[in-house]
């Protein structure tokens, strides 16, 4: 379920079992992040995008005990053609290396 450019991975939403109150979420769960596509958001951050992951979800039924739940995929979809280059860094301001502070010969111990 994944290719080179748009790597994906899956997980899903479940209804929450401990909810207790009225500010707890409704569905809960996980979706796994590979090394694809943490490469693929460092590069996004690198690229001065936001980096972020497309989700979509499907209405499912757990096929050992029936109960409902949301199928998510995420996709960290990063073209690098399509990203514009950072800024080149400005090196106007760079000092050279300082000079070296002349100590008097006398001073030598030697």
């Not at 209804?15 to 809960?28: G, I, R, V």
């Not at 769960?29 to 936001?50: D, R, T, W, Y």
């Not at 995420?74 to 290396?97: G, L």
Request: aromatic share 10%.
């Amino acid at each position: 379920m994944s290719n080179d450019k748009y790597p994906k991975t899956e997980g899903g939403l479940w209804a929450n079992q401990y909810k207790e109150k009225q500010s707890h979420p409704d569905w809960t769960g996980n979706v796994k992040i590979s090394s694809a596509q943490m490469k693929n958001l460092i590069a996004m951050g690198k690229s001065g995008q936001e980096p972020k992951l497309k989700l979509a979800s499907w209405n499912r039924k757990d096929k050992e005990n029936g109960k409902e739940y949301f199928y998510v995929s995420a996709e960290a979809a990063f073209d690098p053609e399509k990203a514009s280059a950072p800024p080149a860094p400005d090196y106007s301001q760079v000092v050279s290396a300082p000079e070296p502070i002349p100590a008097p010969e006398d001073d030598w111990p030697f």
